[in-house]
T-cell receptor
Framework: DAKTTQPNSMESNEEEPVHLPCNHSTISGTDYIHWYRQLPSQGPEYVIHGLTSNVNNRMASLAIAEDRKSSTLILHRATLRDAAVYYCILRARNSGNTPLVFGKGTRLSVIA | DAGITQSPRHKVTETGTPVTLRCHQTENHRYMYWYRQDPGHGLRLIHYSYGVKDTDKGEVSDGYSVSRSKTEDFLLTLESATSSQTSVYFC?????????????FGNGTRLTVT
């Protein structure tokens, strides 16, 4: 799977939107972009994934650049509960039996 | 929440003793994984299983063995624990291993080797 680059940390004010960037300049045409997050003292949880089009679910939105070399996870209104480490991971369509590999992610702090 | 139970949640053991961590799922998912998480290293895959009695190594498998005799249980064994194996261990499951199948994680086991 290709590599991703994320900022080590970000800060946001409560109730404001948060845009978490991810660069993946070596992405291939069959790589899906996955986001997970890990709340303090918990295991990671799946957030969202996409290929080319922007995606929305109850947790977040995923905006994918037209050239797919970057993407942004959008939390529309940050809450204190959104303070977590966010991981951006690429997953090849033909990845076979290869499991997910996590990087170090972005630590998001939310200020009340 | 996916039905994943890790036991024990906390364990302290001495160097050189064997330790077994258990992951139990109620989702009937085929794939199960063991990760460890350490400060500065993030999550690293130890072993995974793609079916009963079918397992494979991850990136940090030295010093660990696994067994899966039933779909619902995946055991991680440290044959002779060392201080470098002090870590938080997470079990995860997935229905398939394709790009479209998310992982669901347990709440972790904190292991301290003294």
């Amino acid at each position: 799977d290709a590599k991703t680059t994320q900022p080590n940390s970000m800060e946001s004010n409560e109730e404001e939107p948060v845009h978490l960037p991810c660069n993946h300049s070596t992405i291939s045409g069959t790589d899906y972009i996955h986001w997970y997050r890990q709340l303090p003292s918990q295991g990671p949880e799946y957030v969202i994934h996409g290929l080319t089009s922007n995606v929305n679910n109850r947790m977040a939105s995923l905006a994918i650049a037209e050239d797919r070399k970057s993407s942004t996870l959008i939390l529309h209104r940050a809450t204190l509960r959104d303070a977590a480490v966010y991981y951006c991971i690429l997953r090849a369509r033909n990845s076979g039996n290869t499991p997910l590999v996590f990087g170090k992610g972005t630590r998001l702090s939310v200020i009340a | 929440d996916a039905g994943i139970t890790q036991s024990p949640r906390h364990k302290v053991t001495e160097t050189g003793t064997p330790v077994t961590l258990r992951c139990h799922q109620t989702e009937n998912h085929r794939y199960m994984y063991w990760y460890r998480q350490d400060p500065g290293h993030g999550l690293r895959l130890i072993h995974y299983s793609y079916g009963v009695k079918d397992t494979d190594k991850g990136e940090v498998s030295d010093g660990y063995s696994v067994s899966r005799s039933k779909t619902e249980d995946f055991l991680l064994t440290l044959e002779s624990a060392t201080s470098s194996q002090t870590s938080v261990y997470f079990c995860a499951i997935s229905e398939s291993i394709t790009y479209n199948s998310p992982l669901h994680f347990g709440n972790g086991t904190r292991l301290t080797v003294t």
